[in-house]
């Protein structure tokens, strides 16, 4: 038997271990805010891991943004060294998963399994993604004990808040440095024939217009900051969104309505704050003296990161100009640049081929629309060969009645563990 034979064999053999530990992850509920169950999950993956012939580690992110005594921001880091030394394949998901939200036909904690697609929140993004590499990695390791080099798996918090709690606060003390980790493949759920190279640039602000407050039947004595935020948002739709659809990129952003600048208005908040759960009340009369705006800017490897900045700058200037009593305060919350792994890396290539020889596709490159942790990775652990690969369909992510499929998963780690064997055991 080739060496393909015997992976496809192994992972075939694990079918019902991979669905029942998709099962049992999903049925862990580390809903993403506030941060519940992060230690229980890792507790989990540590037990599953350490019986399989992996050490494995908890480290709290202590300090991180979110982490708290109440919600503290666990991760969990296993490895099992080879036969040889050699290079380090770490594969990393995060725990974490966004609200259920409402709609769903399934229990979004049940990890129901009907029709080869096993349900729940976080199914898709990214358990499934989770499970399939763990299989995909003891399949391996069992099959070729002589292995060379190192395999991690990691169990990381918060991507789904911006990854700070988890891969970032990893990444700075020094979990993922290229001299101790030298390929990396997080499994998001991009579609099994597809390798995402990398993201599209973020950048997030809040814009406050100011006002002066006033009694509602004389709102003349005061000065809505409600309405020259309207005037931010007509300057927006007049100017800057017809600027940002003609700007096109290179990068094969899927999908293909991606492949422009972009930019989302998270949130709006003017006048008085919402009236707590239960009032009954009716609000005062006042004019409001402050409104708040919470943009997402997504940009393109062609643009640079200052411009994006000033661009906004230019048009709340040019508002403070030529409108009467218009002032504002510009906060920059955070920022990551794009970033694209080069096709011919070492991972790339591997995976490329496991794909190819697994599924008779040539493979598909993509770039994400939105970040992922491979931003922390690239940026703070210098380490760039650094890819995302994993099974689901991305459009599933976050929705009722999310699920991934049990034979993309088995399909998935059948090219997780080819390459394992491509990069660790000298296969070809």
């Not at 020889?357 to 040539?362: H, Q, R």
């Not at 598909?364 to 942790?373: K, L, N």
């Amino acid at each position: 038997m080739t060496a393909t034979d015997r992976l496809t064999a192994a992972i075939d053999a694990r079918r019902d271990e991979l669905v029942a530990l998709t099962q049992d992850l999903i049925r862990i509920p580390t809903l993403n805010p506030p941060g519940e169950a992060y230690l229980e999950v890792c507790e989990y993956l540590a037990r599953r891991l350490r019986g399989r012939g992996f050490s494995a580690e908890l480290v709290r992110a202590e300090g991180a943004p979110g982490d708290s005594e109440k919600y503290p921001r666990w991760n969990v880091i296993a490895r099992r060294d080879g036969a040889h030394a050699g290079e380090c394949v770490h594969f990393n998901s995060h725990h974490d998963v966004v609200e259920a939200g409402s709609g769903w036909s399934f229990d979004p904690f049940g990890g129901e399994l009907a029709d080869g697609r096993v349900y729940g929140r976080g199914a898709c993004d990214m358990k499934g993604g989770l499970a399939a590499s763990i299989i995909a990695a003891e399949a391996f390791a069992d099959t070729f004990p002589d292995f060379s080099g190192a395999i991690e798996i990691s169990g990381t918090a918060d991507e789904e808040s911006g990854g700070y709690g988890g891969v970032a606060w990893l990444a700075e003390k020094g979990w993922f440095s290229p001299e101790r980790v030298q390929h990396v493949i997080i499994p998001e759920p991009l579609n099994k024939n597809r390798i995402c190279l990398g993201h599209r640039g973020v950048w997030w602000a809040e814009i406050e217009t100011f006002g002066r407050i006033a009694h509602g039947s004389m709102p003349f004595l005061g000065d809505s900051a409600i309405r020259h935020m309207g005037a931010v948002l007509a300057a927006m739709e007049d100017r800057l969104y017809p600027a940002l659809a003609s700007r096109r990129t290179d990068m094969p952003v899927v999908p293909p309505g991606a492949r422009q600048s972009t930019m989302n208005i998270n949130s709006l908040h003017g006048g008085l704050p919402e009236p707590e759960e239960g009032f009954t009340g009716f609000p005062s009369a006042v004019v409001a003296d402050s409104s708040r705006m919470i943009i997402d800017r997504r940009y393109l490897i062609e643009e640079e990161p200052a411009a994006v900045r000033q661009e906004i700058v230019d048009l709340l200037e040019g508002l403070k100009a030529a409108r009467p009593g218009f002032s504002y305060e510009l906060r920059e919350l955070w920022t990551v640049p794009p970033t694209m792994t080069e096709r011919d890396a070492p991972v790339v290539t591997a995976v490329s081929a496991a794909i190819s020889e697994v599924l008779g596709l040539a493979p598909e490159y993509v770039v994400s629309p939105g970040t992922y942790d491979q931003k922390h990775i690239d940026r703070i652990g210098r380490m760039h060969n650094c890819i995302a690969y994993g099974p689901g369909i991305l459009d599933l992510a976050h929705q009722p009645d999310e699920y991934v499929g049990v034979d993309d998963m088995l399909d998935s780690a059948k090219v997780m563990a080819l390459t394992l064997h491509r990069l660790l055991a000298g296969g070809s």
